[in-house]
């Protein structure tokens, strides 16, 4: 397949996930969960039949972990977008690569350039200007707002994690376990909750099945494809137009309507995380 068409099918599947957790009409975390446990399923025999199973013990231990902050990023995400609108808050769970280079540099003493603190101080202006500075200063800031924020940065801490096990390991392998580790985590907190995992209306059951073959699935499978043979600055950015592909999709789908502040916000958030990608040219030289 033609690398710019899998990226560009990865990006309009994945971008179809807030719309099926609103359509399911299900506790966000019961279909966060069955959003890793149908996709996982059908990776399974997959794995088995190719015998993708064999992976380190070191890598194993990665992968489980790495599941377990992914549950943790799609069950507050899917939070979010029961509070507030789908495109917004797919907006401000796409500020993973800004937590992404302040970690880098808290944790990995990775400096950033100059372009990354602009692109960081522009979208921290877009997110001003989306929530209202006066709710801001008056701490009256939506949850849904923050629950997005907050899956930006798991999902952040994740990249981190699978950056260098992914060189070395089968995509689909650290799938499979990451996955398996991700079900587990999200039986766990249902289990909490009280939340009924098998009776549901047909329609839910559909969209809860369209998640994970769809969305989780062939969305990742696509991306990953993508990512290997395109420069992952290039995937990066055009992986932002996921927020405007779900945008139109709830307009769509949902009949969301957003405001001029919201728009002005969102155009200055995914501006300032376009900038952030970029690198600066080097200057000439000159030579005496």
């Known amino acids: 397949m033609n690398p710019r068409l899998s990226l560009f099918l990865g990006i309009l599947f994945i971008a179809f996930s807030p719309i099926f957790v609103r359509l399911a009409h299900a506790p966000a975390l019961t279909s966060a969960f069955h959003r890793m446990f149908f996709a996982w399923l059908l990776l399974m025999p997959y794995c088995l039949y190719k015998g993708l199973l064999k992976i380190d013990r070191k890598d194993i231990g990665v992968a489980i972990l790495s599941g377990i902050i992914f549950a943790a990023d799609?069950?507050?995400?899917?939070?979010?977008?029961?509070?507030?609108?789908?495109?917004?808050?797919?907006?401000?769970?796409?500020?993973?690569?800004?937590?992404?280079?302040?970690?880098?540099?808290?944790?990995?003493?990775?400096?950033?350039?100059?372009?990354?603190?602009?692109?960081?101080?522009?979208?921290?202006?877009?997110?001003?200007?989306?929530?209202?500075?006066?709710?801001?200063?008056?701490?009256?800031?939506?949850?849904?707002?923050?629950?997005?924020?907050?899956?930006?940065?798991?999902?952040a801490c994740y990249i981190l994690l699978t950056k260098s096990v992914l060189q070395r390991v089968n995509t689909i392998t650290f799938m499979f376990y990451s996955m398996?580790?991700?079900?587990?985590?999200?039986?766990?907190?249902?289990?909490?909750?009280?939340?009924?995992?098998?009776?549901?209306?047909?329609?839910?059951?559909?969209?809860?099945?369209?998640?994970?073959?769809?969305?989780?699935?062939?969305?990742?499978?696509?991306?990953?494809?993508?990512?290997?043979?395109?420069?992952?600055?290039?995937?990066?950015?055009?992986?932002?137009?996921?927020?405007?592909?779900?945008?139109?999709?709830?307009?769509?789908?949902?009949?969301?309507?957003l405001g001029l502040t919201e728009i002005i916000g969102s155009v200055i958030v995914l501006g300032g995380i376009a900038i952030t990608f970029l690198k600066p040219s080097s200057s000439n030289k000159i030579v005496n």
């Open 74 to 155: 799609i069950s507050v995400w899917n939070i979010s977008i029961l509070k507030i609108s789908a495109t917004v808050s797919t907006l401000l769970a796409n500020l993973a690569p800004v937590w992404v280079g302040l970690l880098s540099l808290i944790i990995l003493k990775k400096r950033s350039g100059w372009l990354f603190w602009l692109g960081t101080a522009v979208a921290i202006v877009g997110m001003i200007v989306l929530v209202g500075y006066q709710n801001i200063m008056h701490l009256q800031v939506n949850i849904g707002v923050l629950l997005a924020v907050l899956a930006s940065f798991f999902y």
């Open 180 to 257: 398996l580790s991700s079900i587990v985590v999200l039986f766990i907190f249902n289990l909490f909750q009280g939340n009924n995992l098998v009776t549901f209306s047909a329609a839910t059951w559909f969209y809860f099945i369209a998640t994970g073959v769809v969305c989780q699935l062939l969305g990742w499978l696509t991306i990953n494809y993508a990512i290997k043979h395109l420069p992952s600055t290039n995937v990066s950015i055009t992986l932002l137009s996921q927020t405007v592909f779900t945008g139109l999709l709830a307009v769509w789908l949902l009949h969301e309507k």
